[in-house]
T-cell receptor
């Protein structure tokens, strides 16, 4: 049981290049999330997917696209990378404990630098 | 503007001391979570509180959710070097389906 896995772990891009960050979970969770973490800002939600086939914008969606490929996989794409997208990206998945409680599990992160 | 504020931002204490960190908001949340994050890793969930006034204990850690479900505190008794890390609170929205995170409290416990 690997939990949440992310690839790659590190990436350096030049401005204008594109790339896709991959995320997979093996816990059979319905909900999946993409966050970015910047110093002093905590984690900010980029996109989330409440279930297979649905995606919704979070707090900072501009410059990103997502695909919920199936229940296990949720990818994040940068079409034209900008230096402002230099960050650590985390994928998470969750399942409802109750109507009001969701427990999130995070992957190890992808450290992206855009030059 | 942060929807969730955490204080203090940084805290450095000696092993054996007690400490409390705070998470505050003007918004009401359906649930409140606390995470600990170590360098180079993703956050790990410590606790979820869902009822106003709820208190949960996890060994030396005590978590409290405010009566109005707008704030929370984390108290650590007799801190140990292994408690060192970034402590993040997260408020659940949309019936807990997505979350907003605070900026974190970076704790350093010196031996």
């Amino acid at each position: 049981n690997a939990g949440v896995t992310q690839t790659p772990k590190f990436q350096v891009l030049k401005t204008g290049q594109s790339m896709t960050l991959q995320c997979a979970q093996d816990m059979n969770h319905n909900s999946m999330y993409w966050y970015r973490q910047d110093p002093g800002m905590g984690l900010r939600l980029i996109y989330y997917s409440a279930s297979e086939g649905t995606t919704d914008k979070g707090e900072v969606p501009n410059g990103y696209n997502v695909s919920r490929l199936n229940k296990r996989e949720f990818s994040l794409r940068l079409e034209s990378a900008a230096p402002s997208q230099t960050s650590v990206y985390f994928c998470a998945s969750s399942e409802a404990l109750s109507r009001t409680g969701y427990e999130q599990f995070f992957g190890p992160g992808t450290r992206l630098t855009v030059l | 503007t942060q929807l969730l504020e955490q204080s203090p931002q940084f805290l450095s204490i000696q092993e054996g001391e007690n400490l409390t960190v705070y998470c505050n908001s003007s918004s009401v949340f359906s649930s409140l979570q606390w995470y600990r994050q170590e360098p180079g890793e993703g956050p790990v969930l410590l606790v979820t509180v869902v009822t106003g006034g709820e208190v949960k204990k996890l060994k030396r850690l005590t978590f409290q959710f405010g009566d109005a479900r707008k704030d929370s505190s984390l108290h650590i008794t007799a801190a140990q070097p292994g408690d060192t890390g970034l402590y993040l609170c997260a408020g659940g929205r949309n019936y807990g389906q997505n979350f907003v995170f605070g900026p974190g409290t970076r704790l350093s416990v010196l031996p």
